[in-house]
Nanobody, 116 residues
Framework: VQLVESGGGLVQPGGSLRLSCAAS????????MSWYRQAPGKERELVAS????????NYADSVKGRFTISRDSAKNTVYLQMNSLKPEDTAVYYC??????????WGQGTQVTVSS
């Protein structure tokens, strides 16, 4: 099983980034996919999630209206479009695939830094 995140980097406040998470080694369409983030000294928090069918999404209040999660089953990839970025969005962003407690996978993370 592999989840490989990409797309992180340094961006100015107000800018945009799109994160990608390429999945392999499991049946992608059977898993809910999520993005989490962890800032220094803070606990990991859920940012956004999307159902296995892609018909339901959920967002943290702090990112509603700015971030959009989507998935492409043909490419086994989940995306996080991040707009109007703020310094408080700075964190390591992790991709998660979940079907049950025994089928819960994580990527290695990608750093997002929002700074002028």
């Amino acid at each position: 099983v592999q989840l490989v995140e990409s797309g992180g980097g340094l961006v100015q406040p107000g800018g945009s980034l799109r994160l990608s998470c390429a999945a392999s080694g499991f049946t992608f369409k059977s898993y809910a996919m999520s993005w989490y983030r962890q800032a220094p000294g803070k606990e990991r928090e859920l940012v956004a999630s999307i159902s296995s069918a892609g018909d339901s999404t959920n967002y943290a209040d702090s990112v509603k209206g700015r971030f959009t999660i989507s998935r492409d089953s043909a490419k086994n990839t989940v995306y996080l479009q991040m707009n109007s970025l703020k310094p408080e969005d700075t964190a390591v962003y992790y991709c998660n695939a979940w079907r049950s407690a025994n089928y819960d996978y994580w990527g290695q993370g990608t750093q997002v830094t929002v700074s002028s």
